[in-house]
């Protein structure tokens, strides 16, 4: 059984940086596109970043400038580089397979369970 497990989050203050692991074990992560999500308190699930297998990229606008996704296929690993932090960030991010890809309304398939990411001075 295939599983993702998300780390790195933690408190930090705003302008400062968090790098998010998404390891994967029991399948090929690079076999997939593999999307973050993250939930606010009282907020729906929003998608954050999305990277195909190709890879491209892709970047939610309220996050483009400041966050990197990357994939490193060796260590079957997604990350997500979060610089520039605002409180508004703070939130549980999630990482997902999305074998739909990354174009239109992406859809999580296989999750993580999270890492919470709390940015506050």
């Known amino acids: 059984q295939g599983q993702l497990v998300e780390s790195g989050g933690g408190l930090v203050q705003p302008g400062g940086s968090l790098r998010l692991s998404c390891a994967a074990s029991?399948?090929?992560?690079?076999?997939?596109?593999i999307a973050w999500f993250r939930q606010a308190p009282g907020k729906e699930r929003e998608g954050v970043s999305c990277i195909s297998n190709s890879p491209g990229t892709y970047y939610a606008d309220s996050v483009k400038g400041r966050f990197t996704v990357s994939r490193d296929n060796a260590k079957n690993t997604v990350y997500l580089q979060m610089n520039n932090l605002k409180p508004e960030d703070t939130a549980v991010y999630y990482c997902a397979t999305a074998p739909e890809g990354c174009h239109g309304t992406v859809v999580g398939v296989s999750w993580g369970r999270g890492t919470q990411v709390t940015v506050s001075s």
């Open positions: 029991g399948f090929t992560l690079g076999d997939y596109p």
